[in-house]
């Protein structure tokens, strides 16, 4: 049977690591006889400019019907001033909404290869592998009512709702504790369940989803304490578990923790293993047309791509493997350049994880 | 004239650091004839458990007569149970609104004699100097409506309200970019603009008051990627302002890079710069009568009182000369302990830094 992957290459760098990530998945798709078909289609900025939409209903209705979706990023200066129901993001928030990806995985893992990366002693994040699961359709990104208002005294008034259902709380914790039973057996949750009521909720369901779990052991933190534990001990976590807002946070501050985020990938699934796939970094519009991004978190979504939602599980370690051979070459982007390594072009990367495989 | 300071020592390890920090600001009452008074109240857990409440009256009152509030610290384990209501936190926020003490000054320092203390690579944090201005009496800690509600369908729901007036925003912005004259003139607002309509209130009203202080630089970052530039660089910030929220997240964060959390004083202040001082550090129930929590943030917010509160800004200089001295002389509470340095008691170090006034 035949597989439809969407390819949405987006804005910024987007399309030149995409282009990479294709050329792999192509090498794969051969080598391992997997009938994936793959088409193209616009989101974000550069669709907003050709369409007036950042998430055209030609991409939504592509979207849909396929089994997988590989994103670029989206995003950059150039829109910024753009009423934010047009901005890039809302394409991308467009995305997991109407798909309902309410699960996203950010893996931080330090490649050994490049420990040195790291802004943190060798010894604080040697071996790091945790794992974010954020709740990417609900909470304060989500929640209405919502908007700026004028108020009796003549000022104006931003207000959001930070707004979650046990029955969205007890799916995104379900995730988290399958995917820590595949893994360390053990989850944090993380709430500010000492000042906001949405996450004493939280709390209480993710407690009642633990015992479905008896494998697994459920620990909870402060998110304020969890940032610091993060800087302080990163590797004391298995699985995280939190909400939309504090696992944006966390998640960039994890990923940062690595020195390396040019090489971390993340999924964002539905309730059937369906998913998005995109590297964890931005869209990095200051280096963009330059052919000097880092191509692998990309090459890596790829992977992560055919182990979720493409059920290739070989395919995955192949470029995986590929990946840490590359590494263990000596090559290097410019973002995790190091001195005794060669630094090479964003194209160069790709051929060089061609070769491997 | 006599000024009025209120001891509120508070739960945990707060009673063992506030008798020292009290200990110093005797010294310096003789020594400079300050003409201090003090006296002590219950608040925190500590509180609930003699009065049924968090915040008594007499508490209140004493605290709105005070000239500057001196806190330890409230929470614990104990009182995690307790309705929301009622929890020692409910204590902390009660003060910091009943006295409308909006502006939370928050400094990272590196202590030269502490590098090794930091978990990052002594070349990202050496030298460290940041100050995270965080609105203290808004946002979501405060927005109605609030709370956990049944829906129609049976499952419970929880909710709150992100919300900032553009006063609100005003004044934090003018305490921030105030703080920021007397400093390295750049002022970062954090917001999430691309998601979050409260902040683009924010993000419009930061630039408004950036016109007042054109002497002051002002830029923008998103809170995911303000994140993961304090683990990536943090020496790159001057001063950050935000809500708050995203203010305990990242003050948080930004104190642990020093690795000596122990170590940091805080203000919140009103608008006549009255305020409430206090260690950024919690209660740290698990040490608490142990007599081996480190005294020097609380001994450090006596200084910041002084300074800010009570125009005694000789004997703010005189105390934090007093601390360095002691770390040069190589004495350590456990926190910070460090190989060729002593280890001492809560009361030693106190000790030390009476002898080195
Ligand atoms: C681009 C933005 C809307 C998005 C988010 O905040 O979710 C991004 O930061 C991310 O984490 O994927
Ligand atoms: C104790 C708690 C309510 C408080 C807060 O979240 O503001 C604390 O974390 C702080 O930062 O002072």
Chains 1, 2 share one sequence.
Not at 63 to 90: C, Q, T
Not at 116 to 130: T, W
Not at 138 to 143: A, E, K, R, T
């Amino acid at each position: 049977m035949t597989k439809n992957v969407l390819v949405l290459p987006g804005d910024g760098i987007g399309p030149e690591i995409v282009a990479q990530a294709v050329r792999v998945l192509d090498a794969v798709n051969e080598q391992f006889s997997l009938n994936i078909q793959h088409e193209s289609a616009l989101v974000g900025g550069s669709a907003y400019d050709e369409t007036g939409s950042p998430l055209p209903e030609a991409t939504l209705t592509k979207a849909k019907a396929a089994d997988a979706i590989l994103l670029g990023a989206v995003g950059g200066p150039k829109w910024d001033k753009l009423d934010m129901s047009v901005r890039p993001e809302k394409g991308l928030l467009g995305l997991r909404s109407n798909l309902e990806l309410f699960s996203n995985l950010r893996p931080a893992i330090l490649y050994p290869q490049l420990a040195d990366a790291s802004s943190l002693k060798p010894e604080i994040v040697a071996g790091l592998d945790i794992l974010i699961v954020r709740e990417l359709t609900g909470g304060i990104y989500f929640g209405q009512p919502r908007g700026i208002r004028t108020l009796e005294n003549g000022e104006r008034e931003g207000f959001n709702t930070y707004v979650y259902s046990e029955s969205e709380i007890r799916r995104i914790g379900r995730s988290a504790f399958e995917a820590a039973r595949q893994r360390g057996k053990r989850v944090c949750s993380i709430d500010k369940s000492n000042v906001l009521e949405v996450t004493v909720l939280w709390k209480e369901v993710m407690e009642e989803v633990a015992k479905e779990y008896p494998d697994v052991e459920l620990t909870h933190m402060l998110v304020d304490n969890a940032a610091m534990q993060l800087v302080r001990a990163p590797k004391q976590f298995d699985v995280m578990v939190t909400g939309n807002m504090f696992g944006d946070i966390l998640s960039d501050a994890a990923a940062m923790l690595t020195g390396s985020i040019g090489m971390l990938p993340s999924a964002s699934l539905d309730a059937e293993g369906r998913g998005m796939y995109e590297p964890c970094h931005g869209s990095a519009p200051d280096i963009a047309g330059k052919g000097i991004a880092n191509p692998l978190a990309t090459i890596l979504s790829v992977a992560m791509m055919l182990r979720y939602s493409l059920d290739a599980k070989e395919a995955a370690d192949a470029i995986e493997a590929a990946v840490s051979k590359v590494l263990d070459l000596g090559l290097r982007t410019a973002d995790i350049a190091s001195e005794g390594c060669e630094t090479v072009s964003t194209q160069a990367m790709g051929d060089a994880v061609l070769n491997a495989l």
